[in-house]
């Protein structure tokens, strides 16, 4: 509701140990570790099939039966992690409207409403920011782009992006 958005509108979260989601994810291992390997390592946001059982941590990021996360943090968020587990996230912008790359920008947008993390210092300023994309995994290996990111530039389509994610993966020593 802070950023315009419904209040059941779901949102990501970025997980500290996969442990604590793991037992609800509903996909075969292999493709339970190509998620968390491209969530960890490539710095995608995923979404994942969980059970219906799934913990009340978890339903906030839970749509249709798909709960989207991400492993991949700024170091400096480890304390927040360690000490809650989880933390809720999502662009920073309010809904429909462009998504501010810099905490100023954020700051601006949300007009102190909102405590933004200023961590602009610790990113390179000369790569690109903005929203990351989401890939959605289910069973048996099978992976589609939910939303397009940041992440795929350089990559003519989304298909080109997910086959070279895949070959990534598959000649990864995590594998």
Not at 76 to 97: I, M, Q, V, W
Not at 139 to 160: K, Y
Request: charged share 25%; glycine share 10%.
């Amino acid at each position: 509701m802070a950023k315009g958005r419904l209040g059941d509108q779901p949102t990501g979260m970025v997980i500290g140990d996969l442990a604590d989601l793991r037992p609800y994810i509903a996909l075969d291992p292999e493709t339970q570790r190509f998620a968390e390997w491209a969530s960890r390592v490539r710095k995608t946001n995923v979404m994942v099939p969980v059970t219906g059982d799934v913990p009340g941590w978890v339903r906030p990021g839970v749509s249709g039966g798909w709960a989207a996360f991400t492993l991949a943090c700024l170091p400096e968020l480890r304390p927040l992690l360690d000490r809650f587990g989880h933390l809720y996230l999502s662009s920073a912008n309010r809904t429909k409207r462009e998504v501010a790359t810099t905490a100023h920008a954020a700051e601006a947008e949300f007009r102190g409403e909102l405590l933004v993390l200023d961590g602009d210092r610790l990113r390179d300023q000369s790569a690109k920011s903005g929203s990351a994309v989401i890939v959605r995994f289910d069973r048996r290996f099978s992976i589609a782009v939910h939303r397009t990111g940041i992440n795929m530039d350089g990559w003519p389509d989304a298909d080109s992006y997910l086959a070279g994610l895949k070959r990534e993966w598959q000649a990864s020593p995590a594998s």
